[in-house]
């Protein structure tokens, strides 16, 4: 079969920097290896810089982001336990799924999609809380929501309850501190703005959290503490289960890559893209979807002009012009197209490229 090469515009995997990309190839190592062992070292290290973090308990979990929300869940939910979980969007709502099947009280507090998560709302659906959770980057509308506000808020009410953060499209697209802004559970995925293929999911607790982990969690795999006696050396490096050795040696080259530009200019770069496509398409008319003011820069939504085939617009992008972009989701399936500009994407050529594409295609 020839290869096929694709320009990943759309909600994820976007393309790998080419570091990463590279870093697959090298000859595979064992994953008990002392020089596998010092590279999952230094990934861990790396991973606190991007996250803005000293939690020791940070390290890429085997699987794509929705194993870090499962993996949330499984170990700091209880049978029982209020789980206050903000719905904007697709990811929102999975946070529900997944935090129910735990046994979790679930109490969802519904926002249109498009809306970021409000603080009072959140405050508001609960007194006493175990968890309460939100998307910080929602995919599926393309709108940030202030983790650091509800966070702060939420402290202040009630030093019992723990802050859970989907960081999935957002860390190293857009501003992340979890110690500063006290977020105590965090999870993300490899293929959006840290530029790595899917397939591993960053994950970090802090230690008020980690002392309230459920000790046995109902599943063997996502068992944190089983896990961290491999990861973090405490338990001798027990095997646990293999660890995907090529894919964190390219998650080890892509965050190398990351800090070597420097986080902030990794986060500038992402801005201006964002900022430049806005304009482009503000330019061919188009209108955007998510709410003005909480627009991410690495996932931007449109609406699908009226009389526009949104199909066979993708369809052409895709089939002459080589480029990916994801259709709305849920309800705004073919009335929104959304627009990734993440990690190694985030860069002008690509954003003139989708916008010379998309005004021909249409
Ligand atoms: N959370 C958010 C915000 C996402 O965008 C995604 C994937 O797009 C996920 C969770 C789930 O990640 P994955 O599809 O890698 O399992």
């Not at 526009?308 to 309800?331: C, F, M």
Request: a negative charge.
């Amino acid at each position: 079969m020839a290869t096929i090469e694709r320009v990943l515009l759309g909600p994820g995997p976007s393309n790998p920097y080419p570091e990463a990309t590279a870093a697959l190839c090298a000859p595979l190592l064992g994953h008990l290896d002392p020089e596998f062992l010092r590279v999952l070292d230094e990934t861990c290290a790396r991973l606190r810089r991007v996250w803005g973090t000293e939690n020791a308990r940070t390290l890429p979990l085997s699987g794509t982001g929705s194993i870090g929300m499962e993996a949330a869940f499984a170990n700091f939910a209880r049978p029982g336990d209020v789980v206050v979980v903000g719905v904007n969007g697709l990811f929102g709502e999975r946070m529900v799924d997944v935090a129910g099947r735990y046994g979790a009280d679930v109490v969802r507090v519904d926002h249109d999609w498009g809306q970021p998560v409000d603080v009072e709302r959140m405050l508001a659906a609960h007194p006493e809380p175990s968890l309460v959770a939100a998307v910080h980057a929602e995919t599926s509308t393309g709108v940030r929501s202030d983790i650091k506000a509800l966070a702060a808020a939420v402290h202040q009410r009630d030093q019992r309850a723990l802050v859970l953060a989907d960081c999935v499209t957002s860390l190293a697209g857009i501003p992340v501190e979890i110690d500063a802004w006290g977020v105590d559970i965090a999870y993300s995925g490899t293929q959006k703005c840290l530029g790595v293929s899917p397939g591993l999911s960053p994950f970090t607790v802090s230690e008020r959290a980690w002392d309230r982990r459920v000790k046995r969690p109902p599943t063997w795999y996502l068992d944190l503490n089983l896990i961290g006696a491999y990861v973090d050396g405490t338990g001798g490096r027990t095997y646990h289960h293999t660890a995907p050795v090529a894919l964190i040696a390219s998650l080890h080259a892509a965050l190398g890559r990351i800090l070597e530009e420097g986080l902030d200019a990794v986060h500038e770069r992402h801005r201006a893209a964002g900022e430049r496509l806005r304009a482009g398409l503000a330019d061919l008319g188009l209108e955007l979807f998510a709410a003005e003011g909480h627009r991410l820069p690495e996932l931007t939504t449109v609406r699908v002009p009226d009389g526009v085939d949104s199909a066979k617009v993708r369809q052409i992008l895709l089939t002459e012009y080589g480029i990916e972009i994801g259709a709305g989701a849920g309800a705004f399936a073919s009335s929104v197209w959304r627009i990734g500009l993440m990690g190694h994407n985030a860069r002008p050529d690509r954003v003139e490229l989708i916008l010379a594409a998309l005004r021909r295609a249409m």
